[in-house]
C-alpha cells in the first residue's frame, strides 16, 4: 500500500484567497531560551490550504463542519485527470470516465502546479455550475479540486457551491495532486472538528493499493 498526502504543507509563505486570514505561526515559549518546551501560537483562517467546506459555509442553518459524517469522509474514491481544461463544465464531466457509483471524485487539474507560486492565482481552474449538477445527479457525495476554490474567481453567484451543499455534498479544497495518477484510490480527509464551524484546515491523504 502507498500513501499519498495531498495536503499543502500550512506556512507563512501558503497562498490565501483573497480576503481571508494569512498565516502566521509565533513562538511563545523556545528551548533554546530556557523554556523546557517548544511551543507557538498559531493563527489561520478556517478556509486556509487542504480544507473542508460543510453546507453551513454558505447555506444558513446548514450543517458545519463538525457535524459531518465521517463516512462521507472517508472511503473509496476516484481521481479523475482534468488537465489542460480551463474549467470544468458538465460535457467535460461526462468524458471523463467517473464510474457509476463513484461517490466521492477528486479533480486533478493544472491547479496542482500553481501550488509553485507563493502568490494568489486568480485565472485557476473551477467548476460550473452544471457539472456540479452532474455530479449531484450521480449520486456523488464528495468533490475535491486542487486549489483554493471550486468556485470561478470573482463569480456573481456562487452555482458550484449552492448546487453542492445545497445537495449536502461535502467540498475539498486545496488540494495537491501533482504525485496522483487518475484512478481508484481510499480517501481519508479530517478537518479540524470546530464547534460550529463554517470550514477547517485538513489532513487529506490517499491510499493506494489493498489495504494491510
Known sequence: MKIHDISVPISAELPVYPGDAGVSLTP???MAQGAVADVSLLSLGT???THVDPPGHFLP???TVDALPLEVLIGPAWVADARGLPTITRPVVEQLDIPVGAQRVLFRT???ELWERREFVKDFVYLE?????WLVERGVRLVGIDYLSVERFGFDRPEAHLTLLGAGVVILEGLDLRAVRQGPYTLLALP???QGGDGAPARVVLL???LP
Open 192 to 194: 479540524l472538528k470546530i
Open 28 to 30: 511563545v515559549a523556545r
Open 208 to 210: 493506494e493499493g489493498e
Open 110 to 112: 493544472d491547479n496542482s
Open 47 to 49: 478556509h486556509t490550504g
Open 129 to 133: 455550475g452544471d457539472a456540479a449538477r
Open 61 to 63: 442553518g446548514g450543517a
